[in-house]
């Protein structure tokens, strides 16, 4: 029994002994958490100055691992800087290159690469945990600052860009053959004027030859295909572009009781008047449904309707249309207009430079006209000499609208100047005025100006009889290679070359001759191909009937000559050269003389393209008198006003162009080329249709026309003269314009 007390008392003890310990470290365990808690309250409080001077130096010198950081080791046993990864979080700035977190973290630039790098006490555990992550968007306290700040919200994703809008060539027109389809080409960054643009259309993949404009008239060798178009075109960027369209439907014949319908375009070619379509069709032309498409020489659209006003915008276009309808029979239609004149305006390009300021003792002129004209009736104007003259006195008239309008008048193009004859003292001219074009009340003014004492055409003099040399100046469109890019010459450049520069003295060429124009390696190796084998080239350069301003007419003489050298470039084409005016032949004396001062021996061809006056004749070394189809050369043929073309002694100065010819005609035209005096010849069985240019083929059996051309053994005498030409003498003009006003009938 006494045993058994004396164990229960052990056991007490023990169990005392027991709680005591247990006690004893229940109170250490409290007494060492609530020092603990108490620290981790401290450190969420804020930094330390230790770690906030670590924050500071790590701004002010160059980055390195932490040296005070616990290694740990990789899988690989190999040492890393502990807690470095890369930076994920939106709440860093880019602006600050290190940036300590509420939470110890301090974001370190470090090569452009954000990290995340710990800088807690050696040993001490991290407390970068997700307790500790703050919610997005909540206020943060900055290092050394009380006023939170709340981030920004993260970025949100841009909106996506539009797609620019793509260049493409579309094909206009109905699949039909007989049918004339257009492939008109869209840039948003527009298409440059005059600028370099070449077409290819395909039938089932297989290129068409000699379809290399932008429009095709399907024949019936397309019948069954599909049609392409391959182009490439400079925009307004001068940016080279390569477009193919899609296929057409399948071509299908037309009817066999069609009656193809046509279409050509009225009005007059001036800037203030109008173009107007108007379409011809046995089968009936539709009151609606018809939609009109304009289209520049080049192939730049112009709009839609059935007219088109011309502005400024339209100077210097040639422009054609194409109608789309259904004919009263039910026939599909799509026909295209043959191409207008150039669009000029009343205004020169010339600088006044080519007339020479009158003396005194020049001849005065005087104009003479009704104030008033009934509407429907001509008004008739009378220049005046104060004297008679040894030579022609002229002068340019010109038409100012005040009240009227364009519709009003009838201005013809050949009413540009009034001559009063050597011996006479007056020369009359006329004005017709318009029946029902509420013309009443309305006025306009008529001037003179340019006035020049000098012969316009002179008497002939000439002791020769015949010509005795000729040979041919070779017009062309064609691109010297057989493909952009490529390196074998076009068929066209490969049979000039065969016949040789003995038979074919000069060439032309037509470049890019814009202030921004950029080399073109086709040119580059024709050029030098030419200039091996001894052709001279010519560049082709517009002046638009001498009203596009001439300081670009040099600019673009100067650019060929920058872009293909002196050596290559022999001369200079100018075309639309009008000879009817004072002014336009003040210009061509401007220019002639310029580019005999400017660059010496170049050859100065103009094409006026018809006959000319003895007045601009000195102003040229050639010039194309005649520029139509054989028909016309054949059958219909105008005499020359001037003693200049009725000299066969100026036969190497001469040029006539002949089209659309037959071979069977080539030796008649020769031979009345040769009594025209023509003394240089280009013929070609090519016409104008369907791109208004034909030079872009060579005549058929071209090699036997080239020798019937050449078969009087000789060329025509160099007709290069390096020297300037006196100007024109002015004369006075004393009264000058008169107004007029338009009555009711």
């Known amino acids: 029994m006494e045993n058994q007390q004396a164990n229960h008392r052990k056991i007490k003890v023990v169990i005392g002994i027991l709680a005591v310990v247990l006690a004893t470290v229940l109170l250490y365990w409290l007494f060492t958490s609530l020092i603990s808690m108490n620290q981790h309250n401290q450190t969420n409080q804020g930094p330390s100055h230790n770690t906030t001077s670590q924050a500071d130096d790590e701004n002010n010198k160059p980055q390195r691992p932490d040296s005070d950081s616990e290694p740990s080791s990789n899988p690989d046993g190999k040492n890393e800087t502990n807690q470095t990864k890369t930076d994920e979080s939106t709440n860093s700035s880019p602006s600050d290159s290190t940036k300590t977190a509420g939470n110890g973290v301090s974001v370190v630039r470090n090569h452009n690469t954000y990290h995340y790098r710990q800088i807690a006490s050696p040993g001490r555990p991290s407390i970068h945990n997700a307790a500790n992550h703050q919610p997005a968007n909540t206020p943060s306290t900055k290092p050394g600052g009380n006023k939170p700040t709340t981030p920004p919200n993260p970025s949100k994703p841009p909106k996506p860009t539009p797609e620019p809008a793509q260049a493409a060539v579309k094909i206009v027109g109905a699949a039909e053959v007989g049918s004339t389809l257009i492939a008109q080409i869209d840039d948003p960054d527009g298409l440059k004027d005059g600028g370099i643009r070449y077409y290819q259309w395909f039938a089932d993949g297989a290129a068409i030859p000699g379809a290399g404009y932008f429009s095709y008239k399907l024949t019936p060798a397309e019948s069954g295909k599909k049609i392409t178009v391959k182009t490439t075109h400079a925009n307004n960027k001068n940016v080279m572009k390569d477009l193919i369209s899609s296929a057409t439907a399948t071509v299908g014949n037309a009817a066999s009781n069609n009656n193809h319908g046509s279409v050509t375009i009225d009005g007059i070619n001036r800037v203030g008047q109008v173009f107007t379509a108007h379409i011809t069709d046995a089968d009936g032309v539709p009151e609606s449904g018809i939609t009109y498409r304009w289209y520049e020489f080049y192939g730049k659209f112009l709009g839609t309707g059935k007219t088109l006003a011309q502005t400024k915008d339209h100077l210097g276009m040639q422009v054609i249309v194409q109608a789309s309808y259904t004919d009263k029979k039910g026939h599909k239609e799509s026909v295209t207009s043959g191409f207008s004149g150039s669009v000029v305006d009343n205004s020169g390009g010339g600088t006044g430079a080519g007339i020479i300021s009158p003396a005194a003792t020049a001849p005065k002129i005087t104009l003479h006209g009704p104030t008033n004209v009934k509407e429907g009736e001509t008004a008739v104007y009378t220049a005046t000499l104060d004297k008679a003259a040894s030579t022609d006195v002229s002068a340019d008239i010109k038409i100012t609208h005040n009240t009227s309008n364009p519709n009003n008048l009838n201005i013809r193009w050949d009413s540009q100047r009034v001559v009063i004859k050597a011996g006479e003292t007056s020369a009359k001219f006329y004005i017709d005025t318009n029946a029902g074009t509420d013309g009443k009340g309305k006025t306009y003014t008529v001037s003179l100006s340019n006035a020049v004492a000098g012969m316009v055409n002179k008497t002939n003099t000439s002791t020769y009889t015949a010509v005795n040399a000729q040979s041919i100046f070779v017009l062309s469109y064609v691109y010297p290679l057989a493909e952009a890019g490529g390196s074998e010459f076009s068929d066209y450049w490969k049979a000039v070359h065969t016949a040789g520069s003995s038979k074919i003295p000069y060439t032309l060429i037509m470049a890019d001759g814009s202030p921004d124009a950029k080399l073109d390696p086709g040119y580059v190796r024709l050029l030098k191909k030419n200039a091996e084998l001894g052709f001279k080239t010519v560049a082709y350069i517009r002046t638009i009937h001498q009203t596009r301003p001439i300081a670009e007419v040099?600019?673009?003489?100067?650019?060929?000559?920058?872009?293909?050298?002196?050596?290559?470039?022999?001369?200079?084409?100018?075309?639309?050269?009008?000879?009817?005016?004072?002014?336009?032949?003040?210009?061509?004396?401007?220019?002639?003389?310029?580019?005999?001062?400017?660059?010496?021996?170049?050859?100065?061809?103009?094409?006026?393209?018809?006959?000319?006056?003895?007045?601009?004749?000195?102003?040229?070394?050639?010039?194309?008198?005649?520029?139509?189809?054989?028909?016309?050369?054949?059958?219909?043929?105008?005499?020359?006003?001037?003693?200049?073309?009725?000299?066969?002694?100026?036969?190497?100065?001469?040029?006539?162009?002949?089209?659309?010819?037959?071979?069977?005609?080539?030796?008649?035209?020769?031979?009345?080329?040769?009594?025209?005096?023509?003394?240089?010849?280009?013929?070609?069985?090519?016409?104008?249709?369907?791109?208004?240019?034909?030079?872009?083929?060579?005549?058929?059996?071209?090699?036997?026309?080239?020798?019937?051309?050449?078969?009087?053994?000789?060329q025509p005498l160099d007709p290069n003269r390096a020297t300037e030409q006196p100007l024109l003498s002015g004369a006075i003009i004393s009264g000058s314009s008169v107004t007029t006003t338009i009555l009711s009938q």
């Open 554 to 714: 040099k600019a673009a003489m100067a650019k060929f000559i920058e872009l293909y050298g002196a050596d290559k470039i022999h001369g200079f084409y100018f075309d639309e050269i009008s000879s009817r005016n004072n002014s336009a032949t003040a210009y061509m004396a401007e220019l002639y003389n310029y580019t005999k001062s400017t660059y010496g021996n170049k050859l100065v061809v103009a094409n006026p393209g018809t006959h000319i006056t003895d007045a601009i004749a000195p102003y040229a070394d050639i010039f194309m008198t005649n520029e139509g189809t054989a028909d016309e050369y054949i059958n219909n043929y105008k005499t020359a006003d001037s003693a200049f073309e009725n000299d066969p002694a100026n036969s190497h100065r001469i040029f006539h162009t002949i089209y659309t010819a037959k071979a069977s005609d080539y030796q008649k035209i020769i031979n009345l080329s040769r009594q025209r005096n023509a003394g240089w010849v280009f013929i070609t069985t090519d016409s104008t249709i369907p791109d208004g240019r034909p030079y872009n083929d060579l005549a058929k059996n071209f090699p036997s026309l080239v020798d019937s051309v050449n078969n009087l053994g000789r």
